[in-house]
T-cell receptor
C-alpha cells in the first residue's frame, strides 16, 4: 500500500472546522484513501473513504485533490469528543480474495480545545 | 447490527504463560484480522483469516497464532508470553471480497498485561 504522510499533531478550537491533511504522492489509480480515528484506549473507528471523488457522510467530508496525491479530512464543527489520533491510510483494490489488511502510520493527534 | 466483539477486554498474565483472545465479527463478515498496538511500535498487522484459512500474515514470531471457525469467529493465541507482548490486541472484520471497497471495522480491543 502507498505510504502516507500526516502532521504529527494539530489543534482546533471547539466549534470550528478541523482540516486534517494527508499526503500520498505515490498512490496508484486503484488505491482508496481511508480515514480512521482512535480515541484513547479504544479501537480505531472508521470515518470515511474515497477513491477519486469527494465524499461526505454524517461524520466528515473527504476532499481528494484531482491528481489524488493528497487529501483533507474535514470535521465541520469539531467538538471536544473529536480529540483523537486520526489515521490516513491508502488501500489497494484487488479483485477476488486478495486479503484485507491496513498499514497504519503515526497519524495526526488532533486536540480540540474549548 | 452488533459491531465487532472482543473478549476479554482486560487480562493479566504471567511471563511464560499462554493466552487466548476471542473475536466475533460483524454478522455476515467473513474476513477477520488481528492487530497489535504498543506505544513503541504503533498499530501492526498480525494476520488475517478468511473462510477458516490464514490469508495474510504480518512479521511476528511463531508464538503468535490464530484460527477461524466456520461461523467466522476467530481466536488468537500467544504462547510463552514475554513482557513485550503487553499490548492492546485489536480484531477487525470486513466482508472479505475485494479490498479497497470493503470497509474494515474494528472492535474495542483486548488489553493484555504480562507481568
Amino acid at each position: 500500500d502507498a505510504k502516507t504522510t500526516q502532521p504529527t499533531s494539530m489543534d482546533c478550537a471547539e466549534g470550528r472546522a478541523a482540516n486534517l491533511p494527508c499526503n500520498h504522492s505515490t498512490i496508484s489509480g486503484n488505491e482508496y484513501v481511508y480515514w480512521y480515528r482512535q480515541i484513547h484506549s479504544q479501537g480505531p473507528q472508521y470515518i470515511i473513504h474515497g477513491l477519486k471523488n469527494n465524499e461526505t457522510n454524517e461524520m466528515a467530508s473527504l476532499i481528494i485533490t484531482e491528481d489524488r496525491k493528497s487529501s483533507t479530512l474535514i470535521l465541520p464543527h469539531a467538538t471536544l469528543r473529536d480529540t483523537a489520533v486520526y489515521y490516513c491510510i491508502v488501500r489497494v483494490e484487488i479483485p477476488g480474495n486478495a486479503g484485507n489488511m491496513l498499514t497504519f502510520g503515526g497519524g495526526t493527534r488532533l486536540m480540540v480545545k474549548p | 447490527k452488533a459491531g465487532v466483539t472482543q473478549t476479554p477486554r482486560y487480562l493479566i498474565k504471567t511471563r511464560g504463560q499462554q493466552v487466548t483472545l476471542s473475536c466475533s465479527p460483524i454478522s455476515g463478515h467473513r474476513s477477520v484480522s488481528w492487530y497489535q498496538q504498543t506505544p513503541g511500535q504503533g498499530l501492526q498487522f498480525l494476520f488475517e483469516y478468511f473462510s477458516e484459512t490464514q490469508r495474510n500474515k504480518g512479521n511476528f514470531p511463531g508464538r503468535f497464532s490464530g484460527r477461524q471457525f466456520s461461523n467466522s469467529r476467530s481466536e488468537m493465541n500467544v504462547s510463552t508470553l514475554e513482557l513485550g507482548d503487553s499490548a492492546l490486541y485489536l480484531c477487525a472484520s470486513s466482508l472479505g471480497r475485494g479490498t479497497g471497497r470493503n470497509t474494515i471495522y474494528f472492535g474495542e480491543g483486548s488489553w493484555l498485561t504480562v507481568v
